[in-house]
Structure formats: structure tokens, C-alpha cells
């Protein structure tokens, strides 16, 4: 079993608590702004991505994927219908 259908219950203790970490996790480092602030994180500016800067999407983009896995729950997939197959899909995008 993964990580995800262990905690996949927000009723359950290990459910709170894993959405807890992990909600909590990616708000920090959404508002951290670590890409620009760490000397060993920053490359500058001028690496550009569709004219966003690379920088940018380091810090907003695995935020969004922290939030998408602790909001968007996951059913063991012996016990999935379509809905749950869409919401696995989500989440899976996520942790992309």
C-alpha cells in the first residue's frame, strides 16, 4: 500500500495528521521565497520558462503539488469508482 491510501481517511488520526504536515509544509514553502532568498537555491533571473522565470516556478510550482496531495484524497484502488479514479488522477498529478 502507498503513503496515500494509508492516509487516505481525514476522519482518522493518521489522515489529520498527514494532512496537517503536508498542508502546513506547502504553505511555508509557498510563502518562503526560497529561491530567491538562498544563495544556493537562486540562479538569477534570466532562465525563462514560457517568460516566467525559472525561479518562480521552483517556488510556486512544488507548493501546488504539496497542496493538490494533502487536499485531493485517495481510495485503495480495489475500492475505486470513476469519481475516486478521477480524484487518484489528481492526486498523482500532483505528486508529479
Known amino acids: 500500500a ?18 496537517a504536515f503536508e498542508f502546513v509544509g506547502a504553505i511555508m514553502i509557498f510563502f518562503s521565497w526560497y529561491p530567491t532568498n538562498l544563495r544556493n537555491v537562486y540562479i538569477g533571473d534570466d532562465a ?37 479514479e478521477f480524484c487518484i488522477f489528481l492526486h498523482l498529478f500532483g505528486a508529479a
Open 2 to 19: 502507498t503513503v496515500s491510501e494509508m492516509v487516505h481517511d481525514p476522519l482518522k488520526p493518521e489522515g489529520k495528521v498527514f494532512f
Open 48 to 84: 525563462k520558462v514560457c517568460g516566467i522565470s525559472w525561479v518562480s516556478l521552483r517556488q510556486y510550482i512544488p507548493a501546488m503539488g504539496m497542496l493538490m496531495l494533502s487536499t485531493i484524497t485517495t481510495v485503495p484502488s480495489a475500492q475505486a469508482t470513476i469519481c475516486d
